[in-house]
């Protein structure tokens, strides 16, 4: 099953806002009628104009295949070769005339492949290891080739295997056998294999048509069209409670605050849901049903009544059961929300420097209500406001992992910082270019700035940016550059192409299609390159692993004219060559940077080799030395944090208004990282660089992100270096 990456996490969509809803109630979607019209507007609408020919059917059918078996382990490429025998060529034409069979076809043989490789897992589970062999398995399987034939795949499995007995032998933490542990993260494989119903097959085969095209137009079915609309306004309509699939059960993972389910007082984390009923109608039983339907079923209109049969955490037999009735409400998503710092630096002297700061993790937009509902730069600029009243002398506006949204946001954002001009220009397939403006002409904040990226701050971050550095209204600090997603989506909901359904019916999902490219106001694209930060701080996410171009089918590069601006009435003094070379100076000396710099260098080794040893003795001397790297962190990470006396001050917008502001509570420390102590997964989708990720975070916000430290550092230097400045020209 192919994994989420935190690569595809960050490349969020870029929209305009042509949502249509219509109250009429959805009739049943045929999946023929579906996939004829997700390859009509794919052909007739997408920015390529690449039609469903033989190029594309190879196309579809690798991108669907990797999709099923993403790691390359199920299908070997015997049966790779007989599908493109048979359908390789053909693939677009059964598209377009609603023939699914090719596709439940090939995922009949995954199925069976499936089903036959667990049954022979089971048999190597029993096994004994001595673990001295020098073998190595393949850590990220998706950079391999197919195995040729079943035998090679037995091999592959049984090293495959070996490795995952020997992780969990590793696993300090470890509770049950490893056979036991590797056993059963195999029957839960299969079991979501096996409980994939035709809806879900649909999905997956159409969203593979839509990838094929570029990586970030996808097909939708109702449940992710549902849950798009949550992640743009912000906001659902349930509970507000957060669910795993656990056992069999939907299990509470978290209780959203101000949700009915918080508020009631009746549920707790660790809860399990047995059954789920709609008002006074009976209970459905939801013991090994697919989550998604469970959380349908939770889901529903304000006001309406949902009872829900719980086992409590706490409980010690099973069999015991408790009814929650609640009413369902809408939940605000407040932790995605625009929040903001203000931190009071110590200068010498004695005086007290008051710096912004930020945090946008997307730019929402209810698309619904674009003019009262939630809205990004609505967020900020009321921020900004408390930030201008406590008379903070800079800003950092942070957009690590902000993986874009609307782009009606981000140029509305864009209009805070500048007075007025195009913040970024647009070209659809037929070459026409327009030109997107701010037109409101009245900055709320012309102080320094900076504007703090990594490679997963992608589209309307990315715009944001850009405007930003091509006014030279801010200077661009973090990796070396964003993530280079340069293309615009638009949401179609098929029902609106489908008039047999009615109106615009939900049921048959939507299609979010690449119809346009972006560009900056000084001509270039983001596709691709991304933005290129003024000031360079090491960090993690700065690899080849993260980006556009690590991406499958990414629209090419190029550029357009720019687009004239007055750069006079906007730019702002920003001291590039001395920052730089100020924060080099401050970044070599600093041991938590320098620990970063070789946790890179490890990092591109193990990509460069992208093999693990099946040999003990070799990976508990890797594990030792890991321990020691992760001490030396830990021991450079207190004292960092012991050496930082600046005062944070909270600014969330439940507290704009308020006279005081609350101080941030200082994190108590915690023995160094329990992860350094177990072996690292061997996921079924690994990839070195998240797992990086997972393991030694720097983009956290955490209480000392030398990232966050050296950010203020340099907006520091630039308010200091504009003050003088001044002084120089007044005398």
């Known amino acids: 099953m192919k994994n989420i990456s935190i690569a595809a996490a960050a490349s969020l969509l870029l929209i305009h806002s042509a949502f249509v809803f219509a109250d009429d109630k959805p009739n049943s979607a045929d999946p023929r009628q579906v996939a004829i019209t997700v390859g009509r507007l794919l052909e007739q609408g997408h920015y390529s104009r ?48 609603g023939e699914l069979q090719p596709a439940q076809e090939i995922y009949s043989v995954f ?24 073998r190595t398995v393949a850590l990220d399987r998706r950079k391999e080739p197919w195995p040729p034939n079943l035998a090679d795949a037995d091999t592959l499995w049984k090293d495959r295997i070996e490795g995952e007995l020997l992780q969990e032998k590793l696993n300090k933490l470890a509770v049950d056998p490893g056979a036991k542990v590797v056993g059963r993260r195999y029957d839960q494989l299969l079991k979501s294999v096996e409980e994939r119903d035709n809806e879900d097959l649909v999905q997956v085969f159409l969203n593979s048509v839509a990838q094929s095209y570029d990586p970030h137009s996808e097909y939708l079915g109702r449940s992710d069209l549902e849950s798009f609309e949550i992640n743009m306004r912000l906001s659902l309509t349930g509970i507000g409670a ?25 549920m707790s984390v660790g809860d399990r849901i047995a059954a789920v009923a709609q008002g006074k109608d009976a209970f459905v039983d939801t013991v090994d049903m697919k989550l998604d339907k469970v959380v349908e079923m939770i889901r529903g209109k304000k006001g309406t009544v949902v009872r829900l049969q719980l086992i409590p955490s706490n409980a010690t037999d099973p069999s015991k059961r408790r009814v929650v009735e609640l009413v369902r409400d809408n939940v605000k998503l407040t932790e995605q929300e625009a929040k903001a710092e203000i931190i009071e630096k110590d200068m010498p002297g004695g005086s007290i420097q008051k710096l912004g700061w930020i945090t946008l993790p997307s730019f929402y937009q209810d698309m619904e209500k674009s003019r009262t509902g939630k809205s990004t ?113 638009t949401m179609l909901e098929l029902g609106r192409f489908m008039p047999m359904l009615g109106n615009s019916s939900n049921d ?39 980006g556009e171009s690590a991406l499958q089918h990414p629209l090419a590069y190029d550029e357009v004219e720019p687009a004239p601006i007055d750069v006079a009435a906007n730019r702002k003094p920003l001291f590039v060559d001395e920052l730089r070379q100020r924060s080099v100076n401050r970044v070599n000396k600093d041991p938590q940077f320098q620990d970063i710099n070789d946790d890179l260098r490890q990092l591109d080794d193990r990509l460069k080799v992208n093999r693990l040893s099946l040999n003990e003795a070799v990976r508990r001397d890797e594990m030792a030395k890991e321990v020691k790297q992760r001490e030396k962190e830990e021991a450079d990470r207190k004292r960092a944090k012991s050496d930082d006396h600046d005062k944070t001050y909270e600014l969330s917008l439940a507290d704009v208004d308020k006279a005081q502001l609350k101080l941030a509570e200082q994190k108590p420390d915690v023995p160094p990282s329990t992860k350094s102590a177990r072996a690292k997964p061997m996921r079924s989708a690994d990839n070195p660089a998240e797992a990086a990720l997972d393991d030694d975070d720097t983009t956290n916000l955490a209480d000392s992100d030398p990232g966050k430290r050296e950010t203020l550092n340099i907006l520091s230097d630039l308010v200091e270096l504009g003050k003088s400045q001044q002084r120089t020209v007044g005398r």
């Open 50 to 97: 690449q039609k469903l020919d033989a190029e594309m059917s190879r196309r579809i059918l690798e991108t669907y295949l990797e999709n099923l078996d993403y790691n390359k382990l199920f299908f070997t490429q015997e049966d790779v070769d007989q599908f493109n025998q048979k359908y390789g060529a053909n693939l677009g034409d059964s598209i377009l005339l």
């Open 111 to 134: 199925k069976a492949r499936v089903e036959d490789r667990i049954a022979k897992i089971h048999q190597l589970l029993k096994k004994d290891y001595s673990f001295k062999s020098s």
């Open 242 to 266: 957060e669910l795993r699939s656990d056992d069999g059960y939907a299990k509470v993972q978290r209780l959203l605050p101000g949700g009915p389910a918080q508020m009631s007082g009746k």
């Open 377 to 489: 730069s609505r967020d900020v600029a009321a921020l900004l406001k408390r930030l201008e009243e406590e008379q903070i002398q800079g800003l950092v506006v942070d957009l690590r992992r902000d993986g874009g949204g609307s782009l009606d946001e981000a140029i509305k954002m864009s209009g805070l910082f500048i007075n007025q001009g195009p913040v970024v220009q647009v070209k659809d397939a037929n070459g026409d270019i327009d030109v997107l403006k701010d037109r409101e002409g009245n900055a709320l904040y012309s102080g320094p700035m900076i504007v703090l990226v990594n490679k997963l701050s992608a589209s309307a971050s990315e715009i944001f940016a850009a405007a930003m550095q091509d006014y030279g209204r801010a200077l661009i600090v973090g990796d070396s550059s964003t993530f280079g997603k340069g293309t615009v989506q």
């Open 508 to 546: 048959a999902g939507a299609l979010k299609l690449t119809v346009q490219k972006f560009y900056r106001v000084a001509g270039g694209s983001t596709q691709l390159r991304g933005v290129i930060s003024d000031v360079k701080l090491p960090s993690l996410t700065d690899n080849s692993e993260f």
